[in-house]
């Protein structure tokens, strides 16, 4: 059970009141930073019902306190809305279980921090772009998570991973990563570090926007990646974002610009071979197009226009990100294998190169996908 013994798995569902006994659990899910399964448990009446049960990366997150209430109050937020509007909040949002005394999760006897929400069924994850459609309906899921959240009050969450979408900072981390070179890797990337210091004035641009009063600061998810949205089986639509751990406060720029890093090609994240690493222009505007639906109007007008620079930032910050956990000895990141952070952070250099190279296009297909949503009156 992947680091899970059956001792630790009774231990922890045994805080939570759930409707029968434990049948089967099983790892599920390819993230990079949490354990996850699925977990089956069987009622009296002999039915089963499924629930997941998650690790929280002590890592990634040191302050499991402030993680679940801004989930919690997300969530049950959202909940409130979906109900307001007719819709199914138990599909629609994730339903994270309390423990029997009231918690929002539960430490076991090792110190390990685990949590149980409602298992969502007959939907799918997915890892790439497999249609356009399936692309624009991931988009409009996002762009309607950040219309359901415009009024919530942003200041009553926690940062919980202190600057994370801070690119100035992701960049000193990796100039002081890259001058330590604790484990004699910076050999192997003197070309991607090179990348990376000939776009430092880049990383300001989006945080220099907000500094200013441009870009407003608002309830974001900031991990958008496609795989963090549940499509329906049967509808194909969008119906649930998911891994809400770092919906903190942010720019809603960023959330675009990581749905286009992750999805906007054809290829795996640690791709080796460059040439297949290619960014796609016509799955921009389907996404462009699907998430400006989905927020409905609710964006500025300055965040329309910085979109696009939302994918080249938070495509360079992901790189950059991968390129200093690998000068680091990968602690962050899960690997597979030797190389895989310097491998993913090259696959996000190759596209932001590509973006460079029709940055005035990205810029026409928002605004003329937002003029005609418009017109359309959507």
């Known amino acids: 059970m992947a680091n899970l013994s059956r ?114 069924e007959d939907v799918i994850c997915l890892q790439s772009a497999e249609t356009p459609e399936l692309f624009y309906a991931s988009a409009k899921a996002f762009g309607h998570f950040q219309r359901m959240l415009k009024d919530f009050p942003a200041e009553t969450l926690f940062e919980t991973i202190e600057k994370f979408h801070d690119t100035l900072d992701r960049l000193e981390k990796f100039k002081k990563a890259l001058a330590e070179d604790r484990f004699g890797r910076a050999g192997e990337c003197l070309e991607e570090a090179r990348f990376v210091l000939e776009r430092e004035a880049d990383c300001g641009v989006a945080l220099k926007a907000l500094r200013e009063g441009k870009l407003p600061l608002r309830v974001t998810h900031n991990d958008t990646k496609l795989n963090n949205v549940l499509i329906d089986e049967k509808s194909q639509e969008g119906i649930c974002v998911i891994d809400l751990d770092t919906v903190m406060p942010g720019l809603s720029i960023n959330d675009f610009g990581d749905s286009i890093r992750f999805g906007a090609n054809h290829c795996e994240e640690d791709e080796r071979d460059l040439s297949k690493v290619n960014f796609d222009l016509s799955l921009y505007e389907t996404y462009a197009r699907g998430f400006l639906e989905g927020t409905g109007g609710s964006l500025t007008e300055a965040e329309l226009e910085y979109l696009p620079w939302g994918a080249r930032l ?21 690997t597979d294998r030797p190389g895989q952070n310097l491998d993913r952070c090259r696959t996000q250099f190759k596209l932001v190169s590509d973006m460079e190279g029709c940055f005035g296009q990205m810029s026409d297909i928002v605004a003329r996908i937002e003029r005609e949503r418009m017109e359309a009156g959507k």
């Open 7 to 120: 001792g630790q798995l009774e231990e922890v569902l045994g805080e939570y009141d759930l409707p029968g006994i434990l049948v089967d659990a099983r790892p599920c899910g390819r993230g990079h930073i949490n354990d996850t399964y699925c977990v089956s448990i069987r009622k009296e009446d002999g039915t089963v019902v499924r629930y997941t049960l998650q690790s929280i990366n002590p890592t990634a997150f040191k302050n499991p306190d402030q993680l679940m209430h801004n989930i919690m109050m997300v969530t049950e937020y959202l909940r409130k809305e979906i109900i307001r509007q007719g819709g199914d909040p138990e599909r629609e949002t994730l339903h994270m279980l309390r423990t029997k005394s009231g918690d929002a999760y539960v430490r076991d006897k090792a110190g390990g921090v685990w949590r149980v929400y409602v298992y969502v």
């Open 314 to 334: 938070m495509t360079l910050e992901c790189g950059m990100r991968f390129l200093t956990d690998y000068l680091e000895g990968d602690v962050y990141f899960k």
